[in-house]
């Protein structure tokens, strides 16, 4: 079974900084693009950034030049490098990721459990 777990969420102060990161585990041949998405409460689910399997990144707006993403193959794993934290940045953060599945090369869209991000002004 493969599966995507997140962690590095918290409580940080607005100009803070955190660091998230989410494994992709199991049976894994290929993995395909990888990104995080966030929702505050009552919102929708939306886009943070992008990154493909030879690193092309994509930012949302409103996070462009504050959060990085950056992948570790070999580790088969995301992070989202969070600097300059806004009290709007309050969100549960979601791992995505496209992959195919070692053996039968299923191709699956995964979603981790989520990480709570809380900035406080």
């Known amino acids: 079974q493969v599966q995507l777990v997140e962690s590095g969420g918290g409580l940080v102060q607005a100009g803070g900084s955190l660091r998230l990161s989410c494994v992709a585990s199991?049976?894994?041949?290929?993995?395909?693009?990888m990104g995080w998405y966030r929702q505050a409460p009552g919102k929708q689910r939306d886009l943070v950034a992008t990154i493909t399997s030879d690193g092309t990144t994509n930012y949302a707006d409103s996070v462009k030049g504050r959060f990085t993403i950056s992948r570790d193959n070999a580790k088969n794993t995301v992070y989202l490098q969070m600097s300059s934290l806004r009290p709007e940045d309050t969100a549960v953060y979601y791992c995505?990721?496209?992959?195919?599945?070692?053996?039968?090369?299923?191709?699956?869209?995964?979603w981790g459990q989520g990480t709570l991000v809380t900035v406080s002004s």
């Open positions: 199991g049976s894994i041949f290929k993995i395909n693009g």
């Open positions: 995505n990721a496209g992959l195919f599945v070692a053996g039968s090369f299923t191709y699956r869209e995964l």
